[in-house]
């Protein structure tokens, strides 16, 4: 079956550079660091070091955990109060008028779980950067030093789409449920439970298929595979009119799963946000190993 594409969610750098001095075009760099850690296994940091050292001209730095989580939650990386989000935004000048590029060093779900929480409070203007940071210093573009220049504040009205997320229940409801397929976008020997994080018991969601959001992204040019090899990725799965939840440690790695089906057309897609952190530490909860 045919589907819509939605080129919009994806930018070239070649059209950023061009658009780089529009004034409503506002460009974020949302790179995290994770770091190993004897006593919490990791810790995740804000690269605001390497932002400072050079970033695209232009850009603001978006601290994913202080700026757009919800910091009173005892897991990572969870969806922010509607007003702390709004007031943010707002903050970094985001506005109905303004076209938001999110980019990231290394690991492109950064971007892409920004990219999530923008449409997931209402904001469709929003494209990620093909490449990011890395492609765009490979081919030597312009860069600036120093911290983020100051942008006048905007206003943003927040219109929550509580169906973008899932929660436990209802990923516990789905399991044997064949109107919903759950999609792991760990990798391969995270998904059965040989290595990577365990969160407290290695595995996975029971039925859950696994499309690795790695497995979405060339390893040499950090850009996303053409269309039709990203089509290829999902054609065996029964997700043709169905309901998809993508799912990860932190919700992270699965926004690039999300990503890219939403360029595919799909719609009725969310992310379990708490994902493995809350699934895997609650022993009451069915974990699938191998």
Sequence with gaps: MSRQIHPEYLVSTEWLE????????????????????????????????????????GAQ??????????????????????EQFAEKAAAFGVADCKKVILYSTMDPWWATRVWWLFRV?????????????????RENRALETGPARMRAAGRFQPIL??????????????????????????????????DGNSYGRPGSVPGSVNVP???????????????????QRFAHLPIEGKRVIAYCGHGIAASADAFVLAMLGYENVAIYDASLSEWAADDTLPIAVG
């Design 61 to 82: 730095f978006i601290d994913v955990q202080k700026d757009f989580s919800d910091n009173t939650h005892r897991y990572k990386f969870m969806l922010p109060p509607a």
């Design 121 to 137: 409070f209402g904001f469709d203007n929003v494209a990620v950067l093909d490449g990011g940071f890395d492609k765009w210093a």
């Design 213 to 231: 959001a790695a497995s979405l992204i060339d390893p040499e040019t950090k850009t996303y595979l053409p269309i039709d090899a990203l089509r």
């Design 161 to 194: 789409r509580s169906h973008m997320v899932a929660d436990r229940a209802e990923v516990l409801a789905a399991i044997g449920d064949g109107a919903v397929c759950t999609i792991s976008g760990r990798l391969p020997s995270q998904f059965v439970g040989i």
């Design 18 to 57: 061009a658009h780089i001095s529009d004034p409503d075009v506002l460009v974020f760099d949302c790179t995290t660091r994770i770091v190993p850690d004897a006593k919490t296994i990791y810790r995740t940091e804000p690269v605001i070091d390497r932002f400072v050292e050079g970033h695209i001209p």
